[in-house]
């Protein structure tokens, strides 16, 4: 079974460019989500999706950030302007969520980005 | 904001020896489940645990949910260099968002 694919790995880009990521969830999975972790620490949530909506983006900084999943599979995650303190690694991660239960995510590895 | 405490921060030990990784939280959780990350990857479950006082072992590595689901233990016996990582817990306290933790980076030397 294939992962989570996320593209690309690595990102650098000057502060006030754009910027967007990839994600391709586990196939079957209708829960995706965007986490940001800097370094040494543990992610945090951007934005959950369940299939095409968004059910919780209230740690996504609308001001800049954006996201969207078409037709409930791949998702991507926009910066726009970057910041500098926008450098961390994004991470997707899928799961496959019923009613009344713990779930398990599946993490991608990361876009590291680098803004300078 | 809930908010997971782990202790300690960083550790590094020889490879034989046995450490304790805490979790702690003034909140309750629903389950509470372990990661490990290696560097340039994502996190990888370990565990979940969801009762109180629950002990769950994976090899040399055994996980306990505290009485009152509010705190949570990882215990590695042994320790080998591959378990060098970030260990992180994360919680649900029942809205189906898990709550990650500060992390504790591990390096175990040979």
């Known amino acids: 079974e294939a992962g989570v694919v996320q593209s690309p790995r690595y990102k650098i880009i000057e502060k006030k460019q754009p910027v967007a990521f990839w994600c391709n969830p586990i196939?079957?999975?209708?829960?995706l989500y965007w986490y940001r972790q800097n370094l040494g620490q543990g992610p945090e949530l951007l934005i959950r999706y369940e299939n095409e909506e968004a059910v919780d983006d209230s740690q996504l900084p609308k001001d800049r950030f954006s996201a969207e999943r078409l037709k409930g599979v791949d998702s991507t995650l926009k910066i726009q302007p970057a910041e500098l303190g926008d450098s961390a690694v994004y991470l997707c991660a899928s799961s496959l969520v019923l009613s009344g239960g713990p779930y398990e995510q599946y993490f991608g590895p990361g876009t590291r980005l680098t803004v300078t | 904001t809930q908010l997971l405490e782990q202790s300690p921060q960083f550790l590094s030990i020889q490879e034989g020896e046995n450490l304790t990784v805490y979790c702690n939280s003034s909140?309750?959780?629903?389950?509470l489940q372990w990661y490990r990350q290696e560097p340039g990857e994502g996190p990888v479950l370990l565990v979940t645990?969801?009762?109180?006082?629950e002990v769950k072992k994976l090899k040399r590595l055994t996980f306990q949910f505290g009485d009152a689901r509010k705190d949570s233990s990882l215990h590695i016996t042994a320790a080998q260099p591959g378990d060098t990582g970030l260990y992180l817990c994360a919680g649900d306290p029942g809205t189906y968002k898990y709550i990650f933790g500060t992390g504790t980076r591990l390096k175990v030397l040979a």
């Open positions: 196939s079957g999975h209708n829960t």
């Open positions: 645990v969801v009762t109180g006082g």
């Open positions: 909140s309750v959780f629903s389950s």
